[in-house]
């Protein structure tokens, strides 16, 4: 890694930050392409998150990304707000403009869908509903995402059929909300089925339910990415469905920002996968 005194610098800011991938991530791309910069992690307290916020355009920061618990505080805090970032309600990478303020952006949804579209190749929006599973965070970004992309429904199912229709009158588009028990309702004649619960996490409790009545051409997409395949995925692609990994997602969403904080648009490739993992 090269570091002067010109460096350009940017960091992710979470509390913890000690579990994120996005220094290993942005260092591999920055070593690889010979960059004069550094990626830092910065554990910044909740309470601290506005003050850091506003300094880091005196600190020489081109911008960082956001994490877990800072993401809907910095939604309120930016100078500037992508449209995108206000549907989803939330802001996971902040770019230092020219004139010093803040703009916030969310590119959750755009490596979402690129990593669907990398993963299976043969998955068109247009081809059918998609059911997604959860209402939070990662949600919003993967249904704004498939509305924006056109497809014809979203059938979105949560434990809190409230918080899944806040979600849709957010985001806007065509939604329909069912209740966890009926998650078989609406896997019927679905092309897609997303997972964005912690659900088959390592260390959480398993994700459970009947794949049966999911067509065998449908694609399966958990974003969980540890481990890389969940059980869910395991049991989809044992029916003959074909599966995506939730890994892509964190290295896609990383492109857009690292783009505009060091000027160089990066590769996602097959060895950046590997580094990563390890």
């Known amino acids: 890694m090269i570091v002067s005194g010109k ?13 994120s991938r996005s220094p290993r991530l942005h260092g591999y791309w920055l070593e690889q392409m010979g960059i004069d910069g550094a990626y830092v992690p910065l554990a910044v307290r ?16 081109a911008g960082a990304n956001v994490t877990v618990p800072h993401k809907e505080q ?12 206000r549907r ?6 902040l770019v230092v403009q ?21 993963g299976a190749p043969n998955w068109r929006p247009q081809s059918g509903p998609a059911v ?9 970004a993967v249904c704004a995402a498939l509305i924006d992309a056109d497809v014809p429904e ?3 199912v949560n434990r809190s059929v409230e918080r899944a229709e806040r979600l849709a009158l957010d985001v806007g588009g065509k939604f ?3 209740e966890w028990e009926h998650v078989g309702h609406a896997l019927h004649g679905a092309a897609l089925l997303v997972n964005t619960t912690t659900l088959g996490m390592t260390g959480q409790p398993a994700l459970e339910i009947d794949l049966t009545p999911l067509p065998q051409w449908a694609v399966v997409n958990d974003i969980v990415y540890a481990p890389l395949m969940t059980d869910l995925l395991s049991a989809a692609a044992a029916r003959g469905n074909a599966v995506v990994d939730g890994l892509g997602m964190l290295l896609w969403q990383a492109v857009p920002g690292f783009e505009a904080w060091f000027g160089v648009r990066p590769e996602v490739t097959a060895e950046l996968r590997d580094f990563v993992l390890k």
Request: proline share 5%; no cysteine.
């Open 46 to 61: 909740p309470e601290d998150f506005e003050q850091v916020l506003r300094a880091l355009p005196r600190m020489g920061f």
């Open 7 to 19: 460096a350009k610098l940017a960091g992710v800011m979470g509390w913890p930050v000690g579990h």
């Open 154 to 156: 979203v059938r979105l």
């Open 74 to 85: 910095a939604l309120r805090l930016v100078d500037e707000l992508e449209p995108l970032a």
């Open 88 to 93: 989803i309600g939330a802001v996971n990478t």
């Open 98 to 118: 020219e004139n010093g303020s803040v703009l916030g952006r969310n590119t959750d949804a755009f490596g979402f869908l690129e990593n669907l579209r990398r």
């Open 176 to 178: 329909r909300v069912t």
């Open 132 to 140: 997604v599973l959860g209402a939070g965070g990662a949600a919003r």
